[in-house]
């Protein structure tokens, strides 16, 4: 059986950090209010000429480098992100440039905050499928580019910053000791559409737009539908939470991260959780995450990792991987 292996990973924050402090002079809110019901404490906001394929190139050279391979190596790039560049071409093909590739194939993957668990899926796929050997995955994003700053109830929330990993095609046993990915569990309700979204897109309104969220109601739904996914994952694996050496989520906010590992019964010390330092930075906090519990050594190699994300749309879903 063919597994799509992690070979490395890497990630790219902004310069510039602006702490809940920083956001008092802009909106009413303070340190505490954010901190207590969002466990955010900072984020990273990009400056001039930093963009979300600037950053994406950046984590996808972190990427390489660990993986001792060079972008001549790779045959695929996919890029998941809610803020492009451009409207086209897609922000995968931008990268694929500054790479100075002019070989393989690079497309965008659009799921939102879930949008790197669905790029990671696809690639899984397309390796899988032997379209290519070698894939970068990458989530990265500019949020702070649609956020209507001065709507309190989200300029809090999020942050920019990107994330990636190399896979590659190996030969594997089929058996959950494989390393590599080895089971993704996708979803989607377009119903929920008008709780997270953007009130703009070129076909609408001809304008970017800003963000738009009922808060209450994303909170409603995200413990549920994020144990939906977690559960079948452990289904279709005959795994437990017990098995699970790490939960890597989408770093939205603390009390759903605390609340799903709690229903799930995952303690938290087998949580990361890195929303602190980085706020809500949709598709680029997973890997994020990743390259935090990787680089201070709480990631090992053969560690049975469980990622999980919910967003806009709404989007949810679970990746297991024998990192």
């Not at 603390?254 to 010390?269: F, Q, V, W």
Request: negative net charge; glycine residues 10%.
């Amino acid at each position: 059986m063919i597994r799509s292996v992690v070979l490395g990973y890497g990630a790219a924050l902004p310069k510039r950090v602006v702490p809940n402090k920083e956001l008092e002079s802009l909106v009413e809110t303070s340190d505490d209010w954010i901190v207590q019901r969002t466990g955010i404490r900072q984020r990273y906001i990009a400056g001039d000429g930093e963009t979300s394929a600037s950053l994406g190139e950046q984590a996808a050279r972190a990427a390489l480098d660990r993986a001792g391979l060079t972008p001549a190596d790779i045959d695929l790039v996919i890029v998941a992100t809610s803020t492009p560049d451009n409207t086209f071409p897609a922000t995968a093909v931008n990268i694929q440039n500054r790479l100075g590739m002019t070989h393989g194939y690079a497309f965008d993957v659009q799921a939102v905050c879930t949008g790197f668990v669905y790029a990671v899926a696809t690639a899984d796929a397309h390796l899988r499928a032997g379209l290519a050997r070698r894939a970068i995955v990458i989530g990265a994003e500019t949020f702070s580019r649609i956020l209507d700053w001065t709507d309190r109830t989200t300029c809090v929330l999020f942050g920019d910053g990107a994330g990636a990993i190399v896979l590659e095609a190996q030969e594997g046993e089929g058996t959950i000791a494989d390393r590599g990915v080895l089971t993704a569990h996708l979803r989607s309700d377009g119903s929920h559409k008008d709780k997270l979204y953007v009130d703009g897109g070129p076909s609408s309104t001809g304008t970017v737009g800003h963000l738009r969220m009922e808060g209450r109601e994303v909170f409603k739904h995200a413990v549920g539908m994020i144990t939906d996914v977690i559960e079948a994952a452990f289904e279709s694996t005959g795994t437990t939470a017990e098995d699970l050496d790490w939960l890597v989520p989408h770093q939205a906010n603390r009390r759903i991260i605390d609340g799903s590992a709690k229903k799930l019964g995952i303690p938290p010390e087998k949580v990361v959780v890195t929303v602190d330092l980085h706020g809500n930075t949709s598709a680029a906090s997973i890997p994020l995450a990743l390259s935090v519990a990787a680089d201070d050594g709480r990631i090992q190699k053969g560690d049975l990792v469980m990622l999980e994300a919910m967003g806009g749309g709404f989007t949810w879903g679970a990746l297991l991987i024998r990192w």
